[in-house]
């Protein structure tokens, strides 16, 4: 969404807070994305007026038409978008040093969740797979309801998990749950009739195009599978400068200083590095060039120096093994004698 979009619905927010409501919305997001206060405001102004545009419309044939391809296009590319993402290892990566490191209690349950999809790249792509497959059949008239069918599978999954893992995409992915309902509900008795009467399901007619329409939509339909494939490729090309150009990769253990609580500082990212303190706290920081100097003496030795949070700080740290963690070395087997569950 625009920001100037996103600003008047901010401004009309705060206005009706002031009217009504009087909350604190010192810790309020005006961000466009997720499940903010602010992103259910929305929901909640536009909701009635788009049902009311929608029934009208749908009385007339040809504004109904491109409403249904509105809504077609939109899931669908939702769809290919998030199942690329998944396909190209884009959206869930392997679980982190720091993220294997730290007490399994102190993860969040979407954090649980993004360690449980990043640990199996096989599972990731099988899940995004079937994505890309209800975006592609949602693009192509014949296989409207076919992928229709098998997006409602694919969100309704998602959105229990957004729900039971605690994402902050719950709008979306039910928006997204709620347009598959949609498109099977055009098809209700034929769906109805093959699953419950074992009669023959009547021919769905369509009506013919013209010929420079059906190249037109093949070829929008083509880059919007492109678009969204390189938007995916995008999120790989973040992830492997962020991942694999990252200077003092590795685990590093400072040296004992009465006045420090300092034990392990970690770097994985580019630009962040994760302090692990005696107590247990984990505290992830960002690498300030113009507050913090981070000089690696030689393999194994480094000094940090400069100011972090708040403080002025001299720390030296000497490279440690990184641990086998057992939930990367254990593999597969097809052959257990016994469970491996720990």
Known sequence: MSDGYVNFWAKLF?????????????????????????????????????????????????????????????????LLNYGLAKVFVGQFPQPGITKLIEPYGQSSPMGLLWVFMGYSRAYSIFGGLAEVAAGILLLIPSTITLGALVSLAVMANVFMLNMCYDVPVKIVSFQMLMYSLYFLSCDFRRLFTF?????????????????????LYATLTILLVLTEGKVALGYVEQWDELLNHTPHFGIWK?????????????????????????????????????????????????????????????????????????????????????????
């Open 14 to 78: 705060a206005l009706g807070n002031d009217l009504f409501f009087h909350w604190d919305l010192s810790g309020i997001s005006t961000s466009s994305g997720g499940d903010g206060l602010l992103n259910y405001f929305i929901v909640f102004i536009l909701a009635p007026f788009a049902l009311v545009l929608t029934v009208f419309w749908k009385s007339e044939a040809r504004y109904g038409h491109w409403i249904d391809t509105y809504i077609r296009w939109f899931l669908a590319a939702q």
């Open 254 to 342: 400072f040296e004992m200083e009465a006045d420090s609580d300092w034990e392990l500082a970690i770097f994985e990212i580019r630009d962040r590095f994760t302090l692990k303190f005696h107590d247990g706290r984990f505290v992830r920081f960002s690498i300030d060039p113009a507050k913090i100097r981070i000089d690696q003496l030689n393999d194994n030795m480094l000094v940090i120096d400069g100011e972090i949070d708040g403080k002025r700080v001299r720390r030296i740290a000497r490279k440690q093994p990184i641990p086998e963690f057992p939930l990367l070395t254990r593999g597969f087997h097809w052959i257990q004698e016994s469970s491996f569950n720990r």
């Open 195 to 215: 699953f419950f009467t074992n009669c023959t399901v009547p021919t769905k007619e369509f009506a013919p195009g013209k010929k420079k329409h059906k190249w």
